[in-house]
Nanobody, 125 residues
Framework: QVQLVESGGGLVQAGGSLRLSCAAS????????MGWFRQAPGREREVVAS????????SYADSVKGRFTISRDNAKNTVGLQMNSLKPEDTAVYYC??????????????????WGQGTQVTVSS
């Protein structure tokens, strides 16, 4: 099992930046593919970005391509999401998630076994 704790959310003006971090417990972090998801009020949870076990492959939702960057440090058991050029429509609760993986990327919330508690990101116009 793995436990996930997100941090770094907050209130920022449009055009600003935030960096989210997710710390994972356990000694087998490199066994997990990781993802960042978000959920706005009244909307379904959606994938923002995903990263493979090694960090060698990444994927982004079209809405955040070129603005967000996902990364991981397997030595420190962390995964990050750098968010630049934030827009009001990026406002949501952001979740870190993990899935035991052989290889590749996982983009559907239904594929993930473990979730953090979420961190609120609010972008004002």
């Amino acid at each position: 099992q793995v436990q996930l704790v997100e941090s770094g959310g907050g209130l920022v003006q449009a055009g600003g930046s935030l960096r989210l971090s997710c710390a994972a417990s356990g000694r087998t972090f490199s066994s997990y593919a990781m993802g960042w998801f978000r959920q706005a009020p009244g909307r379904e949870r959606e994938v923002v970005a995903s990263i493979s076990r090694s960090g060698g492959s990444t994927s982004y939702a079209d809405s955040v391509k070129g603005r967000f960057t996902i990364s991981r440090d397997n030595a420190k058991n962390t995964v990050g999401l750098q968010m630049n050029s934030l827009k009001p429509e990026d406002t949501a609760v952001y979740y870190c998630a993990a899935v035991v993986a052989v290889s590749g990327l996982y983009k559907s919330p239904n594929q993930y076994n473990y979730w953090g508690q979420g961190t609120q990101v609010t972008v004002s116009s």
